[in-house]
């Protein structure tokens, strides 16, 4: 009872402590709260986090910023993926930082600006569950969502949100919209199953529910931790690409902790939380002297698709209603 | 020189009942006022809420909407009906272990056992195959789990009601008729505002359910106003909009409630009869043991799985992944509750009582409870979120905040059945030699009504222990609710862990049920 009590007016009085910094993250709960958490021990300042949801992920704690723009209670975003925090960027809602931490990191996934800097990166893959699926009939491009073969037996997650909305924009902006929207038509049509998440996709595919479904690569790296009968293909390795997304870390205009929040982007952006994310997580690395565990592969190694992080996010923006209508909400 | 004190002691009853409502009408009126005023004055394009509602889509899924919770209602009186009647007027051996059992999922959040009869029914479930998957991923999956999920709200209310009909009102029955016709005609008349008030509830909670469909894919009406607050273009205005509809059902509830259930309800739940009148089932008493059995096992199964599930692996990961997550449950829900209360003694009094300003109050609550969820949600961000409230919006009291607009209903209809039953000669008399109201309310109401008051506090903390979409929008940083941590967890946390965590969750609300099951019983049985 007296833990109780001391709870309530710790919570209650003690409001805000000197040495804090609030986060707000969409990279999944189970990997960023250790590492916020070992910051924490090492620093003395104290996180307080909002994690998203899996349903909303990416976006909810996102609309979160945007709501409490007008009195900014974060310091710094997390995002999962580097578009998103385009749409805090173009409402006015990030301050410039350049981390000293951040300068081995490629050009092409920080902005020059200071804006916004990526590290530990995911890729968009298929996930297939290898008791449905015979190795002949591996499929290797996402093109085989809409295969008849497959009909009714594939799952993606919402495009509303989460990375899934990314990699919508992503095939707006390299297909063209019609050749797109028929592609989203076309998967409707085969009876691919559009679910609450991606790890709601793992998990479909992990259970043999769906031959197999478009998923993350974290994901699929817990499919695996699982024991679960998946195999993991990285799609159009001989056209289109595969669809690479840095986590990325922003600072928030006006947040009430600047200071500390400088200090966690510094701390994030290390080589060692790199490789933290890549051994707990299947994160790639982005530096290229961060050693990658078994089964991780290197961004180098793939065939990216080729996109422009910050035009993604007006195509994001734009498709929006054709997305609703398309998921008929 | 006494004046004003002799003007305050005049309106002291007045002055209370005020304070009370400018509390609610700050918790629960505010944040309406703040949407839509924020509707008014959007500066978004004048069409866009017009344009949002204009949607063949959007009255489409409300169609829906409406048609699943209709079905859950129906249902769950179908079933839960005859399940009170077994568990509250028959011989049934068993029967209130399997009342127990049964009543057991209500008091926790309805995806938790979304994701228990996932692992009985899913594709590799301990019963699963393709085709119980394929069932259990539909609109009529959701039906059923909503249903085993809120039929314990009609059995209970059901149950309750008829363990207080005046015996002597179905003996007089019993001269002229069989005791199945006592029971249909007589006894469901009797109830018939319990019954109201259950299917008010039921329908209420299922109509703005989100967790479970859409863990389940089924689209509805409440996932179409969260796609617009966690979507990438954030339309709040859009949800707004699409909240109006909403805000006229909640009123249509509103509405029926008072027409049909108001104050008929203390009389019929509230009154306890010193005789009961038990239908003896004779060579039907095993089919009555069986249905208790067998709604006993539809209560537990999905426990049981993710007890299962969670493994010791599961538990003994539980000190990692739980944080701090279940003080802070338990330190909001206990303020909340207490909150609650205090503002449940005076309304709920009043409203015994019939004392006029009551009744706004308590329509107030009502309109508060039955309304989406995510709505209140989005108000309590839009009212809160600024720098002069920035110290209420960043702790925990924004929690309580909510939960207190959102369950209030439940404290003050509690204390006011309790304080029905009592006769107003006993508060008239001490007001009559000048005994203040509020030494009226501590001396007499809160004495003489103590078990009331006591089950009002822990049905108020068991509502807040299981809330998930209240606070999931504006919890502050760090300070998550346990049922938050469940959920962010679900999708991608170790599922032995998150089995282990949702167990934990039922082993706290089942602690605090039967502590306060073993305190009331020494209550009872102890020293006079």
């Not at chain 1, 990166?121 to 093109?143: G, Q, Y």
């Not at chain 2, 789990?145 to 314990?152: D, H, K, R, Y």
């Not at chain 2, 005609?185 to 009797?190: M, V």
């Not at chain 2, 502050?476 to 599922?495: D, S």
Request: with cysteine; net charge positive.
């Amino acid at each position: 009872m007296k833990t109780l009590l001391l709870t309530i007016a710790l919570s209650l009085g003690c409001n805000r402590q000197a040495r804090e910094v609030v986060v707000y993250t969409s990279v999944d709960q189970p990997f960023s709260e250790p590492i916020l958490r070992d910051f924490e021990r090492r620093s003395g300042i104290h996180v307080r986090a909002v994690y998203d949801t899996e349903e909303t992920k990416s976006t909810g704690v996102l609309n979160r910023l945007i709501a409490e723009a007008n009195q900014p209670q974060a310091d710094v975003f997390w995002s999962g993926d580097p578009v998103r925090p385009f749409l805090l960027v173009k409402r006015g809602l990030v301050e410039r930082y350049r981390s000293p931490n951040a300068a081995a990191i490629p050009s092409q996934f920080k902005a020059a600006d200071g804006t916004w800097t990526g590290f530990a990166a995911r890729a968009r893959i298929l996930l297939v569950n290898k008791k449905r699926v015979a190795p002949s009939e591996m499929p290797r491009s996402i093109r085989d969502l809409e295969s008849p073969r497959w009909k009714g037996q594939t799952a993606l997650a919402n495009p509303l949100y989460g990375t899934t909305t990314m990699h919508v924009a992503a095939l707006f902006a390299d297909l063209g919209a019609p050749a797109a929207s028929g592609f989203l038509g076309n998967l409707k049509a085969n009876g691919a199953r559009i679910v609450g998440s991606n790890g709601e996709v793992k998990r479909l595919v992990a259970a043999g529910e769906v031959a197999f479904g478009l998923t993350d690569t974290d994901d699929a790296h817990e499919a695996l931790e699982e024991k679960a009968p998946v195999e993991v293909v990285y799609p159009d390795q001989d056209g289109l690409g595969t669809l690479i997304m840095p986590t990325t870390v922003v600072l928030l205009r006006g947040g009430p902790h600047a200071d500390a929040g400088r200090k966690l982007i510094d701390d994030l952006l290390t080589p060692e939380v790199e490789k933290r994310m890549a051994e707990a997580a299947a994160h790639m690395p982005l530096r290229a002297d961060v050693a990658t565990p078994a089964g991780v592969r290197r961004v180098s190694e793939l065939r990216a698709m080729k996109v422009d992080y910050a035009e993604l996010g007006a195509v994001m923006e734009r498709i929006q209603p054709l997305l609703r209508e398309w998921t008929g909400l | 020189m006494d004046r004003p004190l002799t003007v305050f002691r005049r309106h002291e009853e007045q002055l209370y009942l005020g304070a009370a409502g400018l509390v609610i009408a700050v918790a629960a009126l505010l944040p309406l006022l703040v949407l839509c005023g924020q509707l008014v004055s959007s500066t978004a394009p004048a069409s866009g809420p017009a344009a949002t509602l204009a949607s063949a889509r959007i009255w489409l899924l409300l169609a829906r909407s409406l048609g699943v919770a209709a079905a859950v209602t129906a249902l769950a009186l179908g079933v839960g009906v005859p399940l009170g009647f077994i568990f509250a007027r028959t011989d049934a051996p068993g029967r209130w272990v399997a009342f127990a059992l049964h009543a057991f999922p209500m008091f926790l959040p309805p995806f938790l056992l979304a994701l228990g009869w996932f692992h009985w029914f899913g594709r590799q479930g301990l019963l699963g195959s393709e085709t119980s998957s394929r069932a259990l991923f539909s609109a009529g999956g959701l039906i059923a789990i909503l249903v085993a999920t809120f039929t314990p709200i009609v059995t209970s209310l059901a149950a309750l009601a008829l363990s207080a009909i005046d015996p002597a009102l179905e003996e007089a029955a019993r001269v002229v008729a069989r005791p199945w016709r006592v029971a249909t005609h007589i006894s469901l008349g009797a109830i018939r505002p319990a019954l109201a008030l259950a299917a008010l509830i039921v329908f209420a909670l299922s109509l703005s359910e989100l967790g479970v469909p859409t863990f389940l894919r089924v689209d509805l009406y409440p996932s179409a106003v969260f796609a617009r607050l966690g979507g990438v273009d954030y339309a709040p205005g859009e949800a707004v909009a699409l909240v109006l509809p909403l805000l006229g059902l909640a009123l249509i509830l509103l509405v029926a409630e008072r027409r049909f259930v108001g104050a008929r309800s203390f009389a019929v739940l509230g009154a306890r009869a010193a005789e009961r009148f038990t239908i003896p089932l004779g060579r039907w008493r095993v089919v009555g043991a069986l249905a208790g059995l067998l709604a006993a096992v539809v209560g537990l199964a999905p426990l049981g799985a993710l007890i299962g599930r969670a493994g010791l692996g599961g538990f003994s990961s539980v000190p990692a992944w739980m944080g701090g997550s279940l003080w802070n449950s338990l330190a909001e829900a206990s303020l909340a509750a207490s909150i609650m209360t205090a503002l449940g003694i005076v309304v709920g009094r009043a409203l015994a009582r019939r004392r006029r300003a009551a009744a706004p109050l308590d329509a107030l609550a009502m309109l508060a409870f039955v309304m989406p969820a995510s709505v209140l949600g989005v108000g309590i961000l839009a009212t809160w979120n600024r720098s002069a409230t920035a110290a209420i919006y960043g702790s925990l009291a924004i929690v309580v905040i909510g939960w207190t607009a959102r369950y209030l209903i439940v404290s003050t209809r509690t204390i006011a059945i309790a304080v029905a039953q009592s006769p107003l000669h006993l508060e008239e008399a001490a007001a009559a030699v000048g005994s203040p109201f509020g030494r009226r309310l501590r001396r007499i109401v809160m004495p003489l009504h103590r078990r009331g008051i006591a089950a009002a506090w822990l049905l108020a903390f068991v509502f807040c222990l299981r809330d998930l979409e209240t606070v999931v929008l504006f919890y502050p940083a760090g300070r998550e609710p346990l049922t938050v941590r469940i959920f962010t967890l679900e999708a991608n946390g170790p599922p032995a862990a998150v089995a282990a965590l949702a167990a934990l969750q039922i082993a706290v609300v089942a602690g605090v049920v039967a502590g306060a099951g073993v305190a009331q019983l020494a209550a009872r049985t102890g020293p006079r």
